[in-house]
């Protein structure tokens, strides 16, 4: 049987990220994003229900999440979701929480004059992907045999 654990979201921060370095030297960034959805109730009446979700950004996008982001500011954000179970070290009650985890990211909106950095601009953002694990060694060569009746 076939699986699949894929999240979209778009949204806006609702803090500033939080950037630290786990003992072994990997930087993580942890943030909130708060997901709107607009609905007609049973009565007709448009309400706005909010979804806030928890985020984790590992590696080289957690670094420049915060160091581009602040609270409030809109992101595209894909990922995959992972819950976490643990038990109270207080209570010893068994705790859940589900959060992504955040593998692309879109800076999306304007940049305001306060946010230094890549995004904005009114054609939509920047999109951020980690870099190609390899490129080919030789690319093809160029064809010098190119046939010259195009049709436009």
Known sequence: MANLNRVLLIGNLTRDPEL???????????????VNRTFKDASGQQREETTF???EAWGRQ????SKYCTKG?????EGR?????WEDKNTGQKRSRLSVV???????????????????????GERYSP???????????ASDNLDEDVPF
């Open 131 to 141: 870099p190609p694990r390899s490129a080919p060694a030789n690319p093809a060569p």
């Open 73 to 77: 500011r809109p992101l595209f954000v």
């Open 20 to 34: 630290r370095v786990t003992p072994k030297g990997s930087s993580i960034c942890q943030f909130g994003l708060a």
């Open 102 to 124: 955040l593998e692309n990211f879109q800076f999306i909106g304007g940049r305001g004059d306060d946010q230094g950095g890549p995004g904005g601009g009114s054609s939509g």
């Open 62 to 65: 957690g670094e420049v999440i």
């Open 81 to 85: 979701l992972r819950f976490d179970s």
């Open 53 to 55: 979700v928890d985020i």
